[in-house]
């Protein structure tokens, strides 16, 4: 009975434009003793009878960023800047996300730097912007890129720097299990792109002169 709901729920037309239907609590909870069970445990054991219903639980925290649109969160700027026109950083936004790939931790730490044009936004908005990206499946250079794009859309600013460093644990705790490798994207628009002295200003800001280099950087 429950395979034939599913099975019409989520349709046979579902593709990458159109987001599926979503399961119930109690189809993800059965997918959990499914794992479980391909695992080598036994999800009807004691220890493990109330797994599925946490795991479930514990889903709706980690990726709640499908529900927020993170341009919310930018809206509410601020005008009166008193003629501010330096950079902007902020950094060491620390941030937890899941490799879509194979849906394991990547902790980190966002570092975003903006040249306002009129306006700015509150810090706590920028950080609330990099949680919104990473609780979702991520792969790190995806979420970089639109946490830039996402300022300079929303801001309108001269430029937007955008500086990710993390730890992927598909890659320390399987595979080749290199740890104390951390990885490190980067996007930069506008000034930050195309002056050398602003991208720097930046990277200095950050602890990072000299570890990033830009394709067409002057
Ligand atoms: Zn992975």
């Known amino acids: 009975m429950d395979k034939v709901v599913s099975a019409k729920r989520s349709g046979t037309k579902a593709s990458a434009a159109v ?7 109690e189809e993800a909870e059965e997918a959990v003793r499914t794992l ?18 946490r795991v479930v639980r514990a889903y709706e925290e980690w990726f709640s960023g499908y529900k927020d649109d993170p341009r919310e969160y ?29 849906m394991a931790p990547i902790i980190g730490r966002v570092h975003i730097g903006y040249l306002p044009h009129n306006r700015v936004v509150g810090i706590s908005k920028l950080a609330r912007l990099v ?9 790190q250079e995806k979420m970089t890129a639109e946490i830039a794009a996402c ?23 399987r ?39 830009v394709a067409n950087g002057a």
């Open 131 to 139: 949680e919104v990206y990473a609780r979702r499946l991520q792969i």
């Open 175 to 213: 595979g080749i299990h290199k740890t104390g490798v951390s990885m490190v994207t980067s996007r930069m628009l506008g000034v930050f792109r195309d002056h050398a002295e602003t991208r720097h200003e930046f990277l200095s800001a950050i602890g990072m002169r000299g570890a990033i280099h």
């Open 74 to 102: 930018l809206k509410r700027t601020f005008e009166e800047t008193g003629g501010y026109d330096e950079v902007v950083v902020l950094r060491d936004i620390r941030f937890e996300s899941y490799c879509e790939h194979h």
């Open 36 to 53: 479980i069970r391909w695992a080598g445990d036994n999800p009807d054991r004691e220890g493990l009878r109330a797994t599925p219903a």
């Open 19 to 25: 987001r599926p239907v979503p399961p119930t609590r």
């Open 151 to 173: 300022v300079d859309e929303v801001l309108k600013p001269h430029g937007v720097a955008v500086v990710a460093e993390a730890t992927h644990q598909c890659m320390t705790t």
